[in-house]
T-cell receptor, first 108, second 114 residues
Framework: KNEVEQSPQNLTAQEGEFITINCSYS?????LHWLQQHPGGGIVSLFM???GKKKHGRLIATINIQEKHSSLHITASHPRDSAVYIC??????????FGGGTRVLVKP | ETGVTQTPRHLVMGMTNKKSLKCEQH?????MYWYKQSAKKPLELMFV???????ENNSVPSRFSPECPNSSHLFLHLHTLQPEDSALYLC?????????????FGNGTRLTVT
C-alpha cells in the first residue's frame, strides 16, 4: 500500500464545475506539496503547506494534520486546468513520497 | 518558463549508446534533484545534490551516473541502458534541501531506449 493515496484517479468535469481532489497519507509529515503536471511532462509546484489553507487564484489547498488528509479544490474549472495533479508528502528521513496522481479532464 | 531548463526534450538511444541529459537552473537554488517517471508509476527520486555535493543516491543502477559541476548545472550520464529505462526524466531544484521549500521542475527529457 502506497503511503500516499490520491482519489479519484481520474476525474472528468464540465467547464465551470467545482473540482475536489483528495490526498490521504499514513505517516506523520512536516509538509505537503501539490504539483500540476501538464501533458507535455513539465511539473509546476502549486502549493506547499503544513497546516490550514492556502489560496492562489482559483486553486485552494487545505490540510488536516490530525486526519492526515489534504484536498485541492479548483473553482470555476477551465479546460486549461486539464492536467495530472500530484500530492507529495515530506515525512521523516528527508524523503518526499509521491501519490499516483489524479488525471483531470475539463471539457468545454 | 519554469526557471529550470532541461535538454534534450526527447532522446532515443540504443542500448550500447552513451548520452547525457542536461539540467540548468539560474534561480540561485542550492539543491538539485533527478527524478524518474515511468508510465503509470509515481515519481521516483534518483539523486540529490546540495551545493554540488551528492547527498542521496537511491539505489540507482550504475548505468546512470550523475554529475554536478556547479550549483547551476546537473547532468545525468547514461550508458548501456535497458529498454525498461525508457521513461520521463525530470530535474528539479529547490532553495532549501529536502523539500522545506517549493520544488521547481524542468519540462523533462523523454527517453526511449531501443
Amino acid at each position: 500500500k502506497n503511503e500516499v493515496e490520491q482519489s479519484p484517479q481520474n476525474l472528468t468535469a464540465q467547464e465551470g464545475e467545482f473540482i475536489t481532489i483528495n490526498c490521504s497519507y499514513s505517516v506523520g509529515i512536516s509538509a505537503l506539496h501539490w504539483l500540476q503536471q501538464h501533458p507535455g511532462g513539465g511539473i509546476v509546484s502549486l502549493f506547499m503547506l503544513s497546516s490550514g489553507k492556502k489560496k492562489h487564484g482559483r486553486l485552494i489547498a487545505t490540510i488536516n494534520i490530525q486526519e492526515k488528509h489534504s484536498s485541492l479544490h479548483i473553482t470555476a474549472s477551465h479546460p486549461r486546468d486539464s492536467a495530472v495533479y500530484i500530492c507529495a508528502v515530506k515525512a521523516a528521513g528527508n524523503k518526499l513520497t509521491f501519490g499516483g496522481g489524479t488525471r483531470v479532464l475539463v471539457k468545454p | 518558463e519554469t526557471g529550470v531548463t532541461q535538454t534534450p526534450r526527447h532522446l532515443v538511444m540504443g542500448m550500447t549508446n552513451k548520452k547525457s541529459l542536461k539540467c540548468e537552473q539560474h534561480l540561485g537554488h542550492n539543491a538539485m534533484y533527478w527524478y524518474k517517471q515511468s508510465a503509470k508509476k509515481p515519481l521516483e527520486l534518483m539523486f540529490v545534490y546540495s551545493l554540488e555535493e551528492r547527498v542521496e543516491n537511491n539505489s540507482v543502477p550504475s548505468r546512470f551516473s550523475p554529475e554536478c559541476p556547479n550549483s547551476s548545472h546537473l547532468f545525468l550520464h547514461l550508458h548501456t541502458l535497458q529498454p525498461e529505462d525508457s521513461a520521463l526524466y525530470l530535474c528539479a531544484s529547490s532553495q532549501v534541501l529536502f523539500y522545506n521549500s517549493p520544488l521547481h521542475f524542468g519540462n523533462g527529457t523523454r527517453l526511449t531506449v531501443t
